[in-house]
């Protein structure tokens, strides 16, 4: 069964870059699936950020795509965020998932997210 | 960008009970809906794809219905491990925008 893992700093000081990765166990990120990122800031709802495949360019919420990249490391299993110029407005739980279906944009599988504060 | 709008935003119920939740979206998506159930601390659990398919493994007691702009999510009899916060999302169009939220408590 595919199971998903969010790292990264828990603290980032406004204006800097967030980095995350997703370690993904049990399914390797070559198969035919595209992962995302979604995040959820405390006592709110979720946002949709981007999702990847291996083998294509990302696709972003036009919201974030001037801050957001996503890349991915098949060799290590492992995919990637990032998110410039961090406000407060970017704390958040941030989550990775799989996306259920090739073409279906909603998630299956979720890792149990990490939380980021921005704050100095 | 399609704006999902779930009512209500919080429902009190007891066990035994039939809920049923509203999801809006601002333009037709055709069936391009699921539903999630999230408990506090736990990741998202997705409930139904494509307006109405039951996800393998969960309950009965959960139905999905609609197309278009107007759909629901029902509860036929409430269990306690019911309540929980569920979400709508729309997979039609970029940006896959979710609904606020329905939190779901004990009456």
């Known amino acids: 069964q595919v199971q998903l893992q969010e790292s990264g700093p828990g603290l980032v000081n406004p204006s800097e870059t967030l980095s995350l990765t997703c370690t993904v166990s049990?399914?390797?990120?070559?198969?035919?699936?595209?992962w995302g990122w979604i995040r959820q800031p405390p006592g709110k709802g979720l946002e949709w950020i981007g999702n990847?495949?291996?083998?294509?360019?990302?696709y972003y919420n036009p919201s974030l795509k001037s801050r957001v990249t996503i890349s991915i490391d098949t060799a290590k299993n492992k995919f990637s965020l990032n998110l410039t110029s961090l406000t407060a407005a970017d704390t958040a739980l941030y989550y990775c998932?799989?996306?259920?279906?090739?073409?279906?944009?909603?998630?299956?599988?979720w890792g149990q997210g990490t939380l980021v504060a921005v704050s100095s | 960008a399609v704006r999902m709008t779930q009512s209500p935003s919080s429902l009190s119920a007891s066990t035994g009970d039939r809920v049923t939740i509203t999801c809006r979206a601002s333009?037709?998506?055709?069936?391009?809906l699921v539903w999630y159930q999230q408990k506090p601390g736990q990741a998202p659990k997705l409930l139904i794809s494509?307006?109405?398919s039951l996800q393998s493994g969960v309950p009965s007691r959960f139905s999905g219905s609609g197309s278009g702009t107007a759909f629901t999510l029902t509860i036929s009899s409430l269990q306690s491990e019911d309540f929980a916060t569920y979400y709508c999302?729309?997979?039609?169009?970029?940006?896959?925008?979710f609904g606020q939220g329905t939190k779901l408590e004990i009456k």
């Open positions: 998932a799989r996306v259920a279906r090739l073409g279906m944009n909603y998630f299956d599988f």
């Open positions: 999302q729309q997979y039609y169009a970029s940006p896959y925008n």
């Open positions: 990847i495949f291996h083998s294509q360019s990302p």
């Open positions: 494509s307006a109405s």
């Open positions: 049990g399914y390797s990120l070559t198969n035919n699936y595209y």
């Open positions: 333009q037709d998506i055709g069936y391009y």
